[in-house]
């Protein structure tokens, strides 16, 4: 090995070692950023069950309310408790789906 071949060699050291650190940011960025994304995933499909729980859970009070005041156990209802209830129930009817950050989709006050 000539001392010209040597020098070659030490001078792309340099250049060498900096691809190497700049590939191995970026692969613990990419497998950080996937974990990262993969958290989101998890959290998201739980506050989405949780969401379509709690619209089932309000379904459910709506149509006990409604089989009350049907029956005649409760007279005189507030006029504005039977409108959530309305409106709750006409919501249910059309296919009603919880959405996060829906932008005020399935609102019951309107």
Request: hydrophobic share 45%.
């Amino acid at each position: 090995m000539s001392a010209a071949t040597q020098r070659a060699g030490w001078s792309r050291l340099p250049l060498r070692a900096a691809a190497f650190v700049v590939l191995t940011c970026a692969t613990i960025l990419g497998v950080s950023a996937w974990r990262e994304w993969a958290a989101r995933d998890a959290v998201l499909k739980g506050a989405e069950t949780e969401m379509a729980n709690v619209a089932r859970s309000l379904t459910q009070h709506a149509e006990d309310s409604l089989d009350l005041l049907d029956s005649g156990v409760v007279h005189e209802p507030d006029f504005h408790a039977s409108r959530i209830v309305l409106h709750l129930q006409r919501d249910h009817r059309r296919g009603f789906e919880c959405r996060l950050g829906g932008g005020g989709e399935g609102q019951v006050w309107s």
